[in-house]
């Protein structure tokens, strides 16, 4: 991993940060900076992999990027999380960080008239350390193939549907954290072996400490605590929804893409088929945070 | 009448001094206590930012940890100064740095006119308030409390517990009864005065010195030996959270704020310009009206609820109750038949119709769900994979509830299901189960298979269905349960189906007049014989006759009288 271009001399004691690792995505990264800027990230953490579509490029000149790149493999480095958790023991130590994929979009408690910033400060007050945000697949009305997407769109418009209420949630007692699966993905690939359904739980967002690290992706962390984002005496805590706009036109190219390179889960690549509709009658379309509040996804917590 | 304000401060000073410029410029003196904490630059730089207002001073700095005397100091050194230097003051209003003025100062000193001599501060006996940090009400006025609750909270429960061992007792000085209340209040200059000049000032500071959080007891027990008339309550609109933590305001809670017509709130975050902006617009409405923090109130509480109880039966990935402390297993009530679609071949249409809830197949059937129409998929995109469901039942049961939360569930149970839930759903308050034992045998009766293996089929079902009713018959289950053995039913099974159709819809009360079509059970006595005969014995079916006839001598058995 090398430094393209490194502006994190400019970062100040209170800023948000957010760290990302992707590959060939130029297309969606337009959309992802705008997004994230708006509700509040001052400075952007990329690990490019090895693209060869611009996306480096692009990245370098925005001036609050700082950019490493790398040709190494990502499955050997553990899906990119070792590049990760380098880059957050260097630079995020006493700061928020918040780490999504670019085809993640964070929705809090109050995201359409609170900045990130009121989260953050809130959770500090409460000396809450982490934030969980599980991963809700947004899938467009019909064909995926016919969902085409264009240079600084919201992806959302496109792939606007959702699984409102299918999840199946269980604990893992050594982490402690919830594994959460279902949504559209177990519901159409994996109906036949669920338990290889993907993880949905995901806790992206956390007053980083040097001696913290993401074990699984964003799945869960060390210490455990970190991972405690549930209340099992039955209250709500606070938590957000990851969108997850993944299914839309690039996906047929990705997936042969990917599936050939066996690097990314490899097996959940290989179980969609090439034109599939996640639509059914039931899908939510997505209205605001407050929908998914109501659903039951996310909870405002004690944060009024 | 002038009131003057004392503003405690210790972060985001530049709202502090955009707060303490209003109030200055409407011609209240302001005295402002900075945390001695606070390093110089921000210090000097507040001075500088009030420098041209000649009623702006500030006091002495002391170091104001939460719950330490510091912050007690610092108000009793604020208070002296604002009694010193501005004779003309007969209110002092104690607020905060993240205070912010609701309304305008001439407002405030008209409600204040209008009810003269009175102080405004929160003043509630140990013994009837049910707030308290920590859970220490009356101990905090006669134990020892060296170490911070915050940071050392081992040592300081430990400390407590050995005082309450051994019996320690602290003496509260004479004429002082504890009373608690918050921190925000407004006091008249008289009885300020009587407080700080008080004869026994130094007995009083030295005793509250060592109390547990005194910035919440020290006024709040003086007046009471002060004041001629206190109103119990503050003037500053101020709510705390479970944790004790100040609930804060932001810019979406501007129409809240402004309909509350309280005069001070707090906390305001300092990142919500909308709310400085509007609030201290120079040209504030007058309006007479009493503040009215209800609504906001009502939200708070609202908020505490979620977090303390949860939304029953919701299961995700913030709340993730443990066994017994769900605060309701499942969202609604439900109701799962079992042997009554055995019974009565069009009993699942027939339920709809009388009560209008939703009636599903066997929701757990062994080769896929069996929803209401046969769908593929229900509400909330629930898939009819048996597998699926099969893999996390509870948490598809528990999705179905709160997915189609607002029209009730029923669906159909039997031995030969997935009977993963069968503790679950007993155990819930929610669950009415129903029962017609036995009945299972009727379609393996009709099933045509060779005897042997409908003999070996009864016996494997029986055994499960024995093994449910003996759960349900336990002593902790929490659902409704009825059971009937199939030729008790049979004799009568007007009485139980009128039961249950009024149970589900007790609005609709509805009056069956005639049974659903049964099925025809003519030669199953024999079969059960035949059972006995083969060395099987049916045991839930109860005394079933071996002619099939119930009620013999009547040719309609299941009119109602």
Same mark, same amino acid.
């Given at each position: 991993m090398r430094p393209v271009v490194d502006r994190t001399s400019d970062i100040r004691r209170p800023d948000i940060l957010l760290f990302c690792t992707l590959r060939n995505e130029r297309i969606r990264l337009p959309w992802f900076l705008d997004f994230y800027r708006k509700i509040g990230v001052n400075h952007f953490f990329f690990v490019d992999n090895d693209s060869g579509d611009g996306g480096r490029e692009y990245l370098a000149e925005q001036p609050d990027v700082s950019l490493w790149t790398t040709k190494a493999s990502y499955a050997r480095s553990r899906f990119g999380v070792d590049w990760l958790n380098l880059l957050l023991r260097r630079h995020a130590h006493g700061h928020w960080a918040l780490t999504v994929d670019v085809d993640e979009f964070l929705v809090y408690p109050f995201s359409d008239t609170r900045p990130l910033r009121a989260l953050t400060d809130w959770l500090d007050t409460c000396a809450i350390r982490s934030l969980g945000a599980m991963m809700v697949d947004m899938y467009p009305k019909g064909r995926i193939a016919d969902a085409r997407y264009s240079e600084g769109q919201n992806p959302l418009e496109i792939a606007s549907w959702f699984d409102g209420g299918n999840y199946q949630i269980s604990r893992n007692p050594d982490l402690r954290n919830l594994w959460i699966q279902g949504g559209p993905r177990a519901r159409m690939f994996f109906a036949a072996d669920p338990w290889k359904a993907p993880a949905l739980n995901k806790v992206p967002l956390v007053k980083w400490h040097r001696n913290y690290a993401y074990v699984s992706s964003t799945h869960m962390l060390l210490p455990r605590g970190l991972n405690q984002v549930y209340d099992g005496g039955g209250g709500e805590k606070a938590s957000g929804c990851l969108l997850h706009a993944k299914f839309i036109d690039t996906f047929g190219e990705k997936t042969a893409e990917e599936a050939s390179r066996q690097q990314h889960y490899g097996r959940e690549y290989a179980a969609y088929d090439t034109e599939p509709v996640l639509w059914t009658r039931w899908s939510e379309q997505y209205v605001n945070w407050r929908q998914l509040e109501m659903l039951g996804l996310m909870s405002k917590g004690n944060w009024a | 009448m002038t009131v003057g304000f004392i503003m405690l401060c210790h972060t985001a000073f530049d709202r502090a001094a955009q707060v303490a410029r209003y109030w200055a410029e409407a011609g209240s003196p302001v005295v402002i206590h900075v945390d001695a904490s606070v390093k110089a630059q921000p210090f000097q730089r507040l001075e500088s930012q009030l420098e041209d207002l000649a009623n702006v001073r500030f006091s002495d700095r002391f170091a104001c940890e939460w719950g330490s005397w510091g912050l007690v100091a610092a108000t009793q050194g604020a208070a002296t100064l604002m009694l010193r230097d501005f004779a003309q003051v007969d209110h002092i209003f104690l607020a905060s740095g993240s205070c912010l003025p609701l309304r305008p100062v001439a407002d405030l000193e008209a409600y204040l006119d209008a009810r003269p001599g009175t102080d405004f501060i929160e003043s509630v006996t140990t013994e009837d308030v049910g707030w308290t940090v920590g859970g220490l009400d009356r101990e905090r006025f006669t134990l020892r409390f060296p170490f911070s609750w915050r940071s050392q909270r081992a040592l300081f429960d430990g400390y407590v517990r050995l005082q309450r061992r051994v019996g320690f007792s602290r003496r509260i000085p004479a004429g002082i009864e504890p009373h608690l209340g918050s921190q925000w209040w407004c006091l008249t200059r008289d009885t300020l005065a009587a407080i700080l000049n008080s004869p026994d000032r130094q007995a009083h500071d030295a005793y509250f010195r /060592?109390? @547990? &959080? +005194?910035d919440e007891s020290y006024f709040q027990s003086l007046v009471r030996r002060y004041s001629g008339k206190i109103e119990s309550r503050s003037l500053t609109l101020s709510k705390f959270d479970f944790q004790g933590k100040p609930h804060i305001f932001y810019d979406d809670h501007l129409g809240l704020l402004r309909r509350s017509d309280c005069f001070v709130a707090r906390k &305001? @975050? +300092?990142?919500a310009g909308q709310l400085y902006k509007t609030f201290l617009a120079p040209d504030g409405k007058r309006v007479m009206a009493e503040p009215n923090p209800g609504r906001i109130d009502k939200l708070f509480s609202k908020a505490v609820d979620r977090r303390v109880n #949860? /939304?029953? #039966?919701l299961y995700m990935q913030s709340r993730f109750p443990d066994r017994e402390f769900e605060n309701g297993r499942t969202a609604a009530p439900y109701s799962t038949f079992q042997g009554f679609a055995e019974v009565f071949p069009e009993f699942q249409t027939w339920l709809g119709r009388m009560t209008g809830a939703l009636v599903h197949g066997h929701l757990f059937a062994p080769d896929r769900v069996h929803f209401a129409g046969g769908d593929a998929v229900f509400h909330g995109g629930l898939s009819d994979s048996a597998r699926l469901r099969d893999y996390n039942p509870r948490s598809f049961l528990t999705s179905l509830l709160w997915n189609a939360r607002g029209e009730r569930q029923c669906f159909q149970t039997g031995p030969a299901d997935n009977q993963a839930l069968n503790e679950f759903m007993a155990g819930d308050v929610n669950a009415q189960i129903s029962v017609v034992s036995g009945a299972f045998a009727l379609p393996l009766f009709r099933s045509g298979l060779p005897f042997a293996e409908v003999r070996k089929e009864v016996a494997r079902l029986q055994k499960i269905e024995a093994a449910h009713l003996a759960l349900l018959r336990a002593s902790w289950v929490k659902a409704r349960v009825r059971i009937w053995p199939l030729a008790e039913f049979l004799e009568n099974p007007m009485d139980p189906l009128q039961t249950i159709v009024e149970e589900i819809a007790p609005r609709l009360r509805p009056r069956l007049t005639e049974v659903p079509r049964m099925a025809d059970f003519s030669g199953f006595g024999r079969f059960l014989q035949d059972l006995r005969n083969q060395g099987m014995q049916p045991t839930l079916m109860g005394d079933y006759p071996a002619s099939d006839d119930f009620n013999p001598g009547r040719d309609r058995p299941f009119l109602v009288s």
């Open positions: - | /060592r109390v @547990w &959080i +005194p &305001i @975050w +300092p990142h #949860g /939304r029953p #039966g």
